[in-house]
């Protein structure tokens, strides 16, 4: 059993590696890698404060003791120094992504060992290798595991916290809840989306214990669950608190309180905060005005394109046809097999609580304004991995054979689809939204980061190209790309140019609206990972 889990994982870990490799830096990348490198070699936490330190951190580990130039600089300047630090250092730039990136390859071991244990436990050893096949070849997770960035980083670890809490409500105890506060403090300084977590988990647990076992009492079992909670919910504090060095600062809560009347007047947080002081001395303090600046965010909402639209407000549909257009088919498939298969049983209380928290993360940000592609709900997938390991619970041999041969055929078309996709996991379209070369006139949030800049590189060099004009969104400026690549303006032109799908369609604040509509009258000569449209434009070219 364990030789086919290490297989599975290092299966994982190979397709996200390889692929990877391929690809240039991604949007936030060089942020990350600076700001982190500040916060573990001069305690400047300010740095880029409006998202927790931990992952950033991460990331930046492996680049100590290399010798790097620590590109020390206002923080207000901290994107224009992320590209220098991570461009003009004493490392070369592919050394550099590599090291900051393996801390998320292991982040992806740890998920799926994860999926599998939580799947063996529910649905015995077969399950779990089915949950794990599903993990190993997803191109949702593949997408996002081989980068340093948030959405990944909060997936593995908010699901390892769903899982220790879950063995807790199995296992109540003080040693139990110190460590699962241990696990969910540390995934609180992934991302502030992870805040999320400490509701859903008192909620879940006292609900438990009003539910729960018939020969214990339900008053004694509910002081008893708050306790635990309790002891959770203070070591996770106290572990969000250490991420940030033990600070102490103060929180101006007038500044923020002014931003939340001007932009919701009346609104019951800028009511709640009319009760506080304009100054608060906090521990972490960093954190609370993090918190504040994204919950602001969240109220203003976030520029998105969405099937021809495009919105500050966001859309309802929005993470249904997202799923819907970006999740394969086979599991697509899988899934309708589960629910047609599953009856009521002992474990019914268990997938509740397995399923509930991803079913509230895609309630809740389809009611967002901000909304920003599938990343933003990519914990759905190994929770969906671990229930529908379900389909065998009994064994695969104990299956009907119609359930047998339908389930095999899924998960070889789920592997297949996935191997197809190779390397371009970001990009991945299902056949319903037109495949990848058609994807991106319906959802472009989270499908064009800058990723295939290596590949235009690759693309000039091989056809021996002595100009061409990009307009790139998320690739690093045209004098790190070589002395071939000038910058392309909105006026029609002709020669070599290189133009992301998100330019195609999207307004940008730096690109009048329909700045390349010209260019819709050409085809292109090549798609660079499907994110990149490349155009040979002859001379006197309409």
Avoid at 269 to 278: E, K, V, Y
Avoid at 406 to 413: D, E, Q, T
Avoid at 433 to 440: C, K, L, R, S, V
Wanted: proline fraction near 6%.
């Amino acid at each position: 059993m364990w030789g086919t889990v290490g297989v599975l994982v290092l299966a994982f870990v190979a397709q996200a590696y390889l692929s990877v490799r391929q690809k240039s830096a991604i949007l936030h990348e060089p942020l990350y890698a600076y700001a982190g490198y500040q916060y573990l070699t001069r305690d400047a936490y300010r740095v880029n404060f409006d998202s927790p330190p931990l992952l950033k951190q991460l990331a930046a580990l492996p680049l100590l003791g290399q010798g790097l130039d620590a590109v020390a600089g206002p923080e207000e300047r901290a994107h224009a120094l992320a590209i220098t630090f991570l461009y003009e250092n004493r490392l070369p730039v592919a050394q550099l992504l590599a090291r900051l990136r393996a801390p998320f390859l292991l982040l992806g071991v740890v998920l799926g060992l994860v999926v599998f244990l939580w799947a063996r436990a529910l649905y015995g050893t077969a399950g779990g290798l089915l949950a794990l096949w599903l993990h190993t070849f997803s191109v949702a997770l593949l997408g996002e595991a081989g980068f340093a960035n948030h959405d990944f980083g909060l997936t593995a670890l908010t699901v390892l916290t769903l899982y220790a809490a879950w063995r807790l409500r199995a296992r109540p105890s003080v040693r139990g809840a110190l460590g699962v506060g241990v696990v969910l403090g540390l995934t609180l300084v992934t991302k502030f989306s992870a805040l999320l977590l400490v509701p859903a988990l008192v909620a879940f647990g006292l609900a438990d214990a009003v539910v729960g076992d018939a020969a214990v009492s339900r008053g004694h079992a509910v002081v008893r669950r708050a306790g635990l909670l309790a002891v959770m919910l203070a070591v996770a504090a106290l572990v969000v608190w250490a991420d940030y060095g033990f600070a102490v600062g103060i929180v101006r809560v007038d500044l923020y309180r002014q931003l939340l009347e001007r932009i919701s007047p009346g609104s019951v947080t800028g009511r709640l905060a009319a009760w506080l002081p304009p100054t608060l001395p906090l521990p972490g303090s960093l954190y609370v005005e993090g918190s504040l600046l994204q919950m602001i965010h969240g109220l203003v909402g976030h520029i998105n394109y969405f099937l021809g639209e495009v919105s500050y407000t966001g859309w309802r549909s929005y993470y249904l046809v997202t799923l819907l257009y970006r999740t394969p088919l086979p599991l697509m498939a899988l899934f309708v097999l589960r629910l047609s298969t599953w009856r009521p049983g002992a474990r019914w209380r268990d997938e509740v609580w397995l399923l509930a928290y991803g079913a509230l993360t895609f309630v809740l940000f389809s009611l967002s304004r901000t909304q920003l592609g599938q990343r933003y709900v990519l914990v759905i997938f190994p929770l969906i991995f671990v229930f529908l390991g379900g389909l065998a619970a009994r064994g695969w041999s104990a299956m009907r054979p119609a359930l047998r041969a339908a389930v095999a055929v899924c998960l070889a078309w789920y592997a297949v689809d996935s191997l197809h996709a190779y390397p371009d996991y970001l990009t991945y379209f299902n056949p319903l939204a037109g495949g990848p070369d058609a994807g991106y006139r319906k959802i472009i949030e989270g499908v064009d980061l800058g990723q295939d800049a290596a590949g235009l590189e690759r693309f000039v060099a091989a056809a021996d190209i002595r100009e061409m004009r990009v307009s790139c969104f998320g690739c690093p400026p045209p004098r790190y790309l070589g002395a071939a690549f000038k910058p392309l303006g909105c006026q029609p032109t002709t020669g070599w140019l290189a133009v992301s799908v998100r330019h195609l369609v999207m307004p940008q604040p730096f690109l009048p609206k329909g700045c390349f509509d010209w260019l819709s009258a050409h085809e292109p000569v090549a798609r660079i990972g499907h994110s990149i449209h490349v155009f040979e434009l002859p001379a006197g070219a309409p």
